[in-house]
């Protein structure tokens, strides 16, 4: 009888398909994780540091500018030398924190060779974009001394929407293989919701994310019409049913339809703009601290480490700030799988399997500064008021 169900009960039936320790093992791996933030901006800090007083950076732009004066060219370079020395400086504090954790987790059962490996490539990626980026940003810097941070966000919102279009065509198939997905009962279920909600349906594609992660994931990107489903393979290794499939993939189509990735891009745009004005009115004083004595003020791209160091200290500041803005669009995509396909025990068990790299139940307090999705015990809290509140008919 529905005036019987209770979504309190129904929600720690839930919570306790988990045993005691292994909800003790996720609150353990979330609350480390909220210092690995900490610790990661102490060690970029660290770095950067390291860079500046090598000298390397400042040696490379006289070199590259010689007696001609080469901005862009030096602007580049060292934009793509300062990423390369960055992440092979960093790679003992990425091996641990993003390899060796998750290991000891239990949360991937990558072997360290294919972790480095696809550590190599995006690094050899994002030297390039980072160095098309610095290029960008160094040529506002000269042409525009006293505003260049607030057209940055222009060339941040041009780099994201690149980024956004490009990236499931060009960057995604580099690390994970993606098939058509198989036919059967799950793919004809995700064409028919996609036809419900005017999601595009020709491309659903099934990839093999169990090689990095055993996380149980969908995803759906594109823009312009030209959405595409991506299934992790995890959700048939793990035997979704197709209420479960309909829970996630609707969460997903959420997060399409109600455009949450044009609008996060937009506001960080905006968040950039005021990022870089903090960069432009404290990086004198941060290259003080820093002793960048070679570097010749804000335009000087050998300057670029005490930009990141300011630019890491102000990300990790406005964490909670961005945290919140992605997390109020989860919820939203949650809504959005519940009203238009109506799984709530389908995304509850789903949720359920995520426990594992994100405790469920933090205080109010911890959830609002360091989690970027709704904890999962609210979320099927939500899921289950949704049940009591829309009783199925019989039959179903
Ligand atoms: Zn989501």
Redesign the pocket.
């Known amino acids: 009888m529905a005036q019987t169900f209770d979504p309190a009960a129904a929600t720690a039936a839930y919570l306790a398909q988990l045993p005691p320790e292994a909800h003790a093992r996720a609150t353990a791996y979330t609350q480390g994780g909220h210092w690995l933030l900490l610790w990661g901006t102490l060690v970029a800090l660290l770095v950067a540091y390291l860079i500046i007083r090598s000298g390397l950076l400042s040696r490379l732009r006289r070199k590259v500018e010689g007696r001609r004066n080469r901005p862009i060219l030096a602007s580049f370079l060292v934009g793509a030398v300062y990423l390369l020395a960055d992440s092979l400086l960093s790679l003992p504090w990425a091996a641990y924190s993003q390899w060796w954790r998750q290991k000891q987790y239990g949360l991937t059962s990558q072997a360290f060779l294919g972790w480095l490996g696809e550590g190599a490539i995006s690094l050899a990626i994002s030297a390039v974009i980072g160095g098309l980026f610095f290029t960008a940003l160094y040529a506002l810097i000269r042409k525009a001394p006293r505003t260049w941070w607030l057209w940055s966000g222009g060339l941040t919102a041009a780099f994201i929407a690149a980024s956004m279009l490009l990236g499931p065509l060009y960057i995604e198939p580099i690390f994970n293989k993606y098939t058509p997905a198989p036919a059967g009962p799950v793919r004809d279920e995700v064409v028919a919701m996609a036809g419900q909600v005017g999601v595009p349906s020709d491309k659903i594609f099934v990839y093999d994310g169990s090689r990095q992660s055993n996380a149980y994931t969908a995803n759906v990107s594109g823009l312009f019409g030209s959405a595409r489903v991506a299934m992790s393979d995890t959700m048939f290794k793990k035997g979704a049913d197709i209420a479960e499939v309909r829970g996630v993939v609707g969460?997903?189509m959420g997060?399409y339809s109600r455009l949450h990735a044009p609008l996060i891009a937009a506001i960080i745009a905006a968040l950039a703009v005021l990022a870089f004005f903090l960069v432009d009115r404290l990086f004198a004083p941060a290259a003080r601290l820093l002793g960048a004595d070679e570097v010749r003020g804000l335009a000087d791209p050998a300057g670029l480490p005490v930009l990141s160091a300011i630019l890491a200290v102000v990300a990790l500041l406005g964490a909670p700030v961005t945290n919140s803005l992605i997390r109020i669009?989860?919820a939203d995509?949650d809504r959005y799988s519940l009203v238009h396909f109506d799984e709530p025990d389908g995304l509850s068990k789903a949720l359920v399997k995520t426990i594992e790299y994100r405790a469920a139940t933090p205080g109010r307090l911890e959830e609002i500064i360091f989690y970027d999705?709704p904890a999962v015990g609210r979320r099927i809290q939500r899921a289950m008021e949704w049940k009591a509140a829309h009783p199925k008919t019989a039959g179903r």
């Open positions: 969460h997903e997060h669009t989860e995509a999705h």
